[in-house]
């Protein structure tokens, strides 16, 4: 048996985010049934994370194991075969063992891409763009924005930031990759017990370059709750619309309450660029 590491792109548009759903065109469940027609093994491949729907990868990373001895580019080129075009996998390689690719991940950078009013007229985003960025219809102020993302670097509690689902709460607990320690716990029953949402962030930058209409967010952390990203995105836009202000970060962190911080970005401008292990 063969443990193998698929490095994975993919255009998150059509599907209802990674994981496997009965009835849902997921990426899990067109990477399984692209594996089971190439090897006729019945795999469920891990990722790094779940990408919900609508979010897109540049560097997403699966792991699985296959019986059938296939040569690593006969099987990466097969399976590029049988995957639509909106799935490429990038590099696919024999993994060390015991090599998993959400339990070994160490760190994951996500980037998330904004179209903003750059003047008075209206901002006019190609439909080639448009699934792949949110077109913001304000004025943004991208040095406030700056100094409110240098706010969140380091180790917080970033409840303020996690989704207020009770169910994805639970489902955080168990299937984020947070440091040793910091993982929920689930009680004999099953049901969630109280975690705590720490995180650590190494980076966190807007940056807006001239030849090109696009201001962009990079953040890499040790692991990231359920809709982390997209509600400091949507944070960071509140202030630099200036609807609230870059000074309140922290008191938005000491809080621990979802109330305090901006509204949930759209998924369509997430993308998961990296995951290093």
């Known amino acids: 048996m063969t443990l193998w590491k698929a490095t994975i792109s993919y255009d998150g548009t059509p599907f209802h985010g990674w994981q496997v759903q009965p009835g849902r065109h997921t990426v899990q469940g067109t990477l399984a049934a692209a594996l089971q027609r190439i090897s006729g093994e019945i795999v469920l491949p891990q990722g790094s994370g779940r990408t919900d729907a609508g979010v897109h990868a540049l560097g997403q990373v699966a792991s699985f194991e296959l019986t ?75 040095g406030a924005m700056s100094e409110a993302a240098a706010h969140v670097l380091g180790t917080h509690d970033f409840t303020s930031f996690a989704a ?37 962030v190494l980076a966190s930058e807007w940056t807006l370059h001239a030849d090109e209409p696009l201001l962009r967010y990079r953040v890499t952390g040790s692991g990231f709750l359920h809709h982390m990203v997209r509600n400091l995105v949507g944070t ?21 309450d979802r109330r305090t911080a901006g ?9 998961l660029v990296e995951v290093d292990y």
């Open 68 to 142: 059938a001895p296939i040569p690593a580019p006969n099987l990466h080129h097969a399976l590029n075969r049988a995957l639509p075009p909106s799935i490429r996998l990038l590099s696919l390689e024999a993994a060390p063992p015991r090599f998993h690719a959400r339990h070994s991940a160490v760190r994951k950078t996500y980037e998330y891409r904004i179209v903003p009013r750059i003047s008075a007229a209206e901002t006019i985003c190609s439909p080639m763009l448009a699934p792949y960025v949110w077109a913001c219809p304000y004025r943004l102020d991208v």
């Open 164 to 200: 207020v689902d009770p169910d994805e709460s639970c489902r955080t607990a168990r299937e984020s990759e947070p440091q040793e320690g910091e993982q929920g716990r689930l009680n004999r029953k099953g049901s969630c017990l109280p975690t705590p949402n720490i995180r650590t």
């Open 236 to 256: 960071f836009v509140e202030i630099g619309v200036g609807r609230l202000r870059a000074s309140e970060m922290p008191s938005i962190l000491a809080a621990r």
């Open 263 to 271: 509204p949930t970005a759209p998924a369509r401008g997430l993308f």
